[in-house]
């Protein structure tokens, strides 16, 4: 309570740590009513909201209006969108806070939280502190919030009526006989000797707010006099007062408290049955303290059956989670609230909220029925109903998981669709990106053909909501079609009728685009999908922004791996050869795998090479072993003296570098063969009638283990119309099956080609192996393929 009213505020809670490692409860709510902020009672320190900020940092937060909200912590005003300043201090106890102090406010506009207000904040927390370790505490909360009942100004112009005396430090308690009435006790003046039994009939939240308030009296070193509203046993509001301090920094003293009734002042002024509207009054837990004449007439209840109870069980239509928001925002912010409600199936209602710092004066009065409504939603159910909150729960973590999965922009875009539309019901989708102060559109579905095109590439000083959404990093929800136009006006709409809500997509402080959602319905968003939403935005905006330095990336790794292949093959008499290389999809690093053909002077040289491993070291590698492949060739080395000779340089170079290879040396008159091979896939021949068979090439280890490996040469024919493949194991190994499957697949294509050109039975091989898109491992390609000699 010295906490709220020493910044101004109207609620505050406290939030401690729990048993469960990293995340905070709620253990305190004071002037707010505890269902109505049920989704912020846990939070994760890992969070980004204020509260998380202050007890991850040790330092306090403060947040004087909505603008400054929103800049730092777009989460919280996605799930709290109403104008109110909020004070965070971290409760010390050694070198780790064992919670935070929060108070809200109403927004002071431009002018940020003073001095005075963070010192006295702070002073309270270190308060707050202390008192736990002192009284020896403990420092963590699992259970639900205690609700507690502030003080009220309102209370001073009550009529004094009871009277009793309070020893804080004791906890003994004497009171008069109107003080036992009205507390509910019989007979009146029985012997009741402490707080616990004089309070045994009040709310929990009274009583919680009883001990606070006379708490703070009695630690006060000057005479302070608190006053705070309850509810008595009967229903009926009370006012107590308290007045005492101790003396001479002694032990808590004895208080002196006064209990106010309102019934035995004037009765309710006869102007407030004369309105024409419905009118009453709730206190900020949610009761009711005032009907008029009129509330009764239209709800069909009388004051005494209204009166006392809290809203939501009086007034169960207004308990509709369509209508939670409208009235967090009546407790939050200074504005007034209105809105249209539906009491029953044919009755609706037009509804005002006015706040203040005591409670909320609600007014309403018959309307006709509108053409949409917050109240209106999709056929999946309303916000806050069971299928909500596990969309809450669920959604989340599922397009976490798939967004890890995706690498480039496309992907993302694909993801986002199949996730996050069927999540909360929505039809249209559309993802801009922002490049040089631009949007461009990078991705749609569900829209009319061509409408978007017209937002394609505008400039971030446009006003329209796309735009806006990713400059202020506010998220914008309208809940009909008639609001969006209402907003903006004159903006082409592809739809009448149905939603549509903005998400501005940034990473890291930085901005990346936005996205569009659209829902064929007018439909409401509550706290919790504009939080989830706000939050699936970031994961968005993050993946968005890995694809975008992936495919920078991938272009630049594409571009160094083609430097390192050779960029056209010779062309000889009776052969003809086509390689191919196909990167990987998992990774954007550089792969190993080569091929190259050399014109020797012992025939024409085959080669294939795979490095093991990713990254500028397998392309280093890479290289050099084609360099060193071809010096040996063009020297006139044989096949298996190339082979020892370039496994001895790769264990010079890089002990613990392992690759694969196979060298073939052809004569292209005659189609002989001398192959060798070092670990790697045998290659594949079709055979002029078409008949295909996979080689039994005699080979040793792989590169890079044994210097004195030794590597045997099998010869072979290539006839006439044959064709030999040489390929790495990234063209035949797949996850989940077994690689003769592959090499079985490849056979088989080789011989459907029938006498098809080279290069398109290259291509068919190759287009086969892109259908994956999931491919761990770079592919290269070398097929040659043997003409009959001219006569």
Partial sequence: MSAVDGVGGYAGG???????????????????????????????????????????????????????????FPQLMAGLPFPFGSLYAPVPAGTTPVGVLVVLRYATRGVPVGGADRRRLEAVARELGAGIAAQGLPATWDGEPMTVRLPSEAAERQMRV?????????????????????????????????????AAGLLPEDVYGLWTLGSGAARSAEPRVRRMPLWGPDG????????????????AGLLTGVLLDPGAGPAVPDAADRLPRGTLSHDRLGRITYVNGAAEDILGRTRAELTGRPLGEALPWLANPAYEDHRRASLFSDDPVHFLARRTP????????????????????????????????????????????????????????????????????????????????????????????????????GFPKGFLDRFDGVGLDTHIPGVETLTTGRPLFFESMEALGDAY????????????????????????????????????????????????????????????????????????????????????????????????????????????????????????????????????????????VRAFALIGHEPQEIMSATNRLLIGLDPGQFASCCYVLLDPETGAMRAVRAG??????????????????AGGVVLGVD????????????????????????????????????????????AAVGHMPLAETADRIIRQARQDEDRPDDIALLVAARRAPSR
């Fill in 680 to 697: 790697h896939p045998q290659p594949v021949l079709r055979h002029p009638d078409g008949e295909a068979e996979v080689l039994a090439l």
């Fill in 346 to 445: 044919t009755q609706w209602l037009s509804v005002a909220m006015f706040p203040g710092r005591d409670g909320v004066t609600i007014t309403f009065s018959p309307s006709r029925r509108p053409g949409h409504s917050a109240d209106t939603f999709t056929a999946r159910g309303e916000p806050g109903s069971p299928a909500d909150r596990s969309t809450v729960l669920y959604r989340p973590v599922a397009l976490a998981i798939a967004l890890t999965e995706a690498v480039t922009a496309r992907q993302v875009s694909a993801v986002v669709t199949e996730e996050l539309l069927p999540a909360f019901g929505g039809r249209q989708l559309a993802i801009y990106l922002q490049n040089e102060r631009r949007l461009y559109l990078a991705w749609e579905t």
């Fill in 236 to 251: 009926r509001p009370l006012v107590v007062e308290l007045s005492g301090h101790r003396e001479h920094g002694g032990p």
């Fill in 162 to 198: 009871g009277h009793f005396e309070w020893d804080v430090g004791s906890g003994a308690v004497t009171a008069d006989d109107r003080t036992h009435e009205m507390l509910g006790h019989e007979p009146a003046g029985a012997p009741v000797r402490s707080m616990e039994a004089l």
């Fill in 489 to 628: 006006p004159g903006i082409p709409m592809d739809a009448s009728v149905g939603a549509r809500a903005f998400l501005p997509l940034i990473a890291s402080g930085r901005p990346v685009g936005s996205c569009i959602l659209g829902f064929d319905q007018p439909r409401g968003f509550s706290p919790e999908e504009r939080t989830v939403l706000t939050a699936l935005a970031g994961l968005i905006a993050q993946a968005l922004q890995r694809a975008q330095r992936y495919d920078t990336e991938a272009a630049l790794a594409r571009g160094l791996q083609d430097a390192l292949l050779p960029h056209r093959l010779p062309v000889v008499d009776h052969v003809e050869t086509v390689g191919r290389y196909l990167s990987g999809t998992q990774d954007i690093e550089i792969g190993g795998d080569w091929y190259d053909v050399i014109e020797t002077g012992s025939g024409l040289a085959l080669v294939i090479g795979d490095v093991q491993g990713h990254g500028v070291a397998a392309a280093a590698t890479m290289g050099q072993l084609r360099s060193a």
């Fill in 14 to 72: 406290v939030y401690l740590r729990s048993r469960t490692p990293g995340l905070l409860l709620m253990a305190v709510l004071a002037g707010l009513p505890g269902p109505l902020l049920r989704p912020w009672w846990r939070m994760h320190v890992n969070r980004p909201f204020p509260v998380a900020e202050a007890y991850r940092s040790g330092r306090p937060v403060y947040l004087g209006d909505a603008e400054e909200s929103m800049r730092r």
């Fill in 707 to 750: 210097p004195d490996a030794s590597y045997p040469v099998t010869e072979l024919r290539l006839g006439p119309g044959a064709v030999l493949a040489l390929f790495t194991d990234g063209l035949v190994e797949k996850a989940g099956t077994d690689i003769d499957e592959g090499i079985e697949r490849l056979r088989s294509t080789l």
